[in-house]
C-alpha cells in the first residue's frame, strides 16, 4: 500500500567539500560514498563563493554519456559551449537541461557577479536504459520563462523549472524520470505544503535558513543539508522564526535500471563504461568547436 499524507525524513547528508572540474570548489552531498546515488538522481553539487580564486579554473572541455545535468543558477554567471555548436551563457534565475544521451563534449566555465558571487547548482539525473544512447540535447531555460507559484496564501514560494504544480507546467519537456523541481521560499515562521508523486523519489536540499520537514515530530534541517525523503504524497516544510527558509526540491521516478558510474559517465554495465571512455579517446564523442 502506497503511503500517503507527509514525507517524513529518511535520511540526512550534509554536503562535503570537494574540488572537480580544473579545479572549483563544491558542496557535494549526493554522489559520494555517504550517497552513491538516489535512483534517478546521480549527483547533486552546490557552488558557492565570492572567491573567484575557488572557481574561476571553471570546467574546461570534457565528455558526458547516458546522464543528463541540470544546472540552476542564483547567482553569478556560467558560460557553456557544446560540440553540437551551443554556446551561450546562464545568469541568476536560469535553467540548464542537457541530456547527454549517446555523448556530448562540453564546457562550463563560471564567473562571479559584480562582487565576485557565484552561486548554483549542478543535478545529474540517469537516463533509462532504452535512452542511454538517445541524440543529445539541450534546454535552456530563461529566468523570465520560470513560473512563480504563490504557496498556501503566501506562507511561501515557488519556482517550477521541471514538473507540474498548481496546475502550472514548466517549459521542460520530454524528460523521461517526469520530473517535479521546483526552488522554494518559506516565510519566517510559515508552513508551506507541496504535493508530489507518490511513486517518485524525492530529495530536499538546503540552501539558507533553518526549519522542520515531515510530519510532528518534525525533522530539523540547516543549510546545505540533503534530505532524503520516505513515503507520502506531499513535502511539508515549515521555518524558523526570524529568517526564510530555501531550498531545492527534486523529485523523479526511480528508473530501477542498474547503475555502473566512472567520471563522467553513468551506463548499465562496465563494458557500457569501457567503450564510453574508448570512444572518448578516439574522438567518438563529439569535437570541441573550431
Known amino acids: 500500500m502506497t503511503p500517503t499524507g507527509s514525507r517524513p525524513v529518511a535520511r540526512l547528508v550534509e554536503a562535503r567539500s570537494t574540488v572537480d572540474g580544473a579545479g572549483v570548489l563544491l558542496g557535494r552531498s549526493l554522489g559520494s560514498r555517504a550517497l552513491p546515488d538516489a535512483d534517478p538522481f546521480l549527483l547533486l553539487d552546490e557552488f558557492h563563493s565570492d572567491r573567484p580564486e575557488d572557481y574561476l579554473a571553471g570546467f574546461p572541455w570534457h565528455p558526458h554519456r547516458g546522464i543528463e545535468t541540470v544546472t540552476v543558477l542564483l547567482e553569478g554567471t556560467v558560460a557553456h559551449g557544446d560540440s553540437l555548436g551551443n554556446a551561450g551563457v546562464i545568469g541568476p534565475g536560469d535553467l540548464q537541461w542537457m541530456t547527454a544521451g549517446d555523448g556530448i563534449l562540453h564546457q562550463e566555465m563560471p564567473r562571479g557577479d559584480a562582487e565576485g558571487r557565484l552561486w548554483g547548482l549542478q543535478l545529474w539525473v540517469s537516463l533509462p536504459r532504452a535512452l542511454k544512447r538517445c541524440l543529445p540535447r539541450y534546454q535552456d531555460i530563461d529566468a523570465t520563462s520560470v513560473p512563480t507559484i ?3 496564501e503566501g506562507a511561501g514560494s515557488a519556482r517550477l523549472y521541471a514538473g507540474t504544480l498548481a496546475r502550472i507546467r514548466s517549459p521542460v519537456s520530454g524528460v523521461a524520470a517526469e520530473p517535479l523541481l521546483v526552488l522554494v521560499r518559506v516565510e519566517a515562521g510559515r508552513t508551506v505544503r507541496i504535493p508530489v508523486p507518490p511513486d517518485h523519489t524525492v530529495l530536499l536540499y538546503t540552501l539558507e535558513g533553518r526549519g ?11 543549510p546545505s543539508t ?9 513535502v511539508e516544510a ?8 530555501r531550498f531545492l526540491l527534486a523529485a523523479g521516478r526511480p528508473i530501477g535500471d542498474p547503475i555502473v558510474r566512472a567520471g563522467p559517465f553513468a551506463m548499465n554495465t562496465q563494458a557500457e563504461i569501457e567503450e564510453a571512455f574508448a570512444d572518448w579517446r578516439a574522438g567518438r564523442i563529439g569535437r570541441r568547436p573550431a
Open 150 to 152: 504563490v504557496l498556501d
Open 212 to 222: 522542520g520537514l515531515g510530519p510532528e515530530p518534525r525533522t530539523r534541517i540547516g
Open 226 to 234: 540533503l534530505a532524503v525523503l520516505g513515503g507520502g504524497t506531499s
Open 238 to 245: 515549515v521555518a524558523d522564526l526570524g529568517a526564510p527558509f
